[in-house]
T-cell receptor, first 115, second 110 residues
Framework: DAGVTQSPTHLIKTRGQQVTLRCSPK?????VSWYQQALGQGPQFIFQ???????QRGNFPDRFSGHQFPNYSSELNVNALLLGDSALYLC??????????????FGPGTRLTVL | DAKTTQPPSMDCAEGRAANLPCNHS???????VYWYRQIHSQGPQYIIH???NNETNEMASLIITEDRKSSTLILPHATLRDTAVYYC???????????FGTGTSLTVIP
């Protein structure tokens, strides 16, 4: 049983560019959450997707957007990259529809560096 | 915002029990206590969670005080691989996001 997978592992972009990160949830999970983790900090919640819609959103600007596909996989898009967007981006999956599987399981993350 | 307070760092001798405290004095009746850990630059790993009763699994034990204002994560026989940042989080179980603080950096010493 594959866990949560994310791609790419590492990414280098320049300021002003756009980036797309991808996440495949754990088998049996239908909900995907995205987090940003700056160096030395705990992960910060960006948003959560369920049934292909954004259910909840943290305190992040509209430059951060997402999408969930019918197979439950998800993308995180960041436009007009800033140096401060450099971070580890984490995807977590869970099952909102099954309360026994509501615990979030995290992927290995994508390390984004903005130059 | 994180609703928990943890010591920034702790040391533990290899083979001994590691006891990691967490204060959550404003916890609500329907909020659970979750513990995750994060080994350097990897994704957080789920350890255990509970509401009010003590919980145990293959990784750890969770002791929650009767008033639920604090808890302790116990790693019964710490190994070098347990060196990580440990996060204590409280949240309503169903569907809400996790608010991470800065956690406790546990170093297991040989």
């Amino acid at each position: 049983d594959a866990g949560v997978t994310q791609s790419p592992t590492h990414l280098i972009k320049t300021r002003g560019q756009q980036v797309t990160l991808r996440c495949s949830p754990k088998s049996g999970h239908d909900t995907v959450s995205w987090y940003q983790q700056a160096l030395g900090q705990g992960p910060q919640f960006i948003f959560q997707y369920y049934e292909e819609e954004e259910r909840q959103r943290g305190n992040f600007p509209d430059r951060f957007s997402g999408h969930q596909f019918p197979n439950y996989s998800s993308e995180l898009n960041v436009n007009a990259l800033l140096l401060g967007d450099s971070a580890l981006y984490l995807c977590a999956s869970s099952s909102v529809s099954d309360r026994r599987r509501d615990t979030q399981y995290f992927g290995p993350g994508t390390r984004l560096t903005v130059l | 915002d994180a609703k928990t307070t943890q010591p920034p760092s702790m040391d533990c001798a290899e083979g001994r029990a590691a006891n990691l405290p967490c204060n959550h004095s404003t916890i609500s009746g329907n909020e659970y206590v979750y513990w995750y850990r994060q080994i350097h630059s990897q994704g957080p790993q789920y350890i255990i969670h509970g509401l009010k009763n003590n919980e145990t699994n293959e990784m750890a034990s969770l002791i929650i005080t009767e008033d639920r204002k604090s808890s302790t994560l116990i790693l019964p026989h710490a190994t070098l691989r347990d060196t990580a940042v440990y996060y204590c989080i409280v949240r309503v179980e169903y569907g809400n996001q996790f608010y991470f603080g800065t956690g406790t950096s546990l170093t297991v010493i040989p």
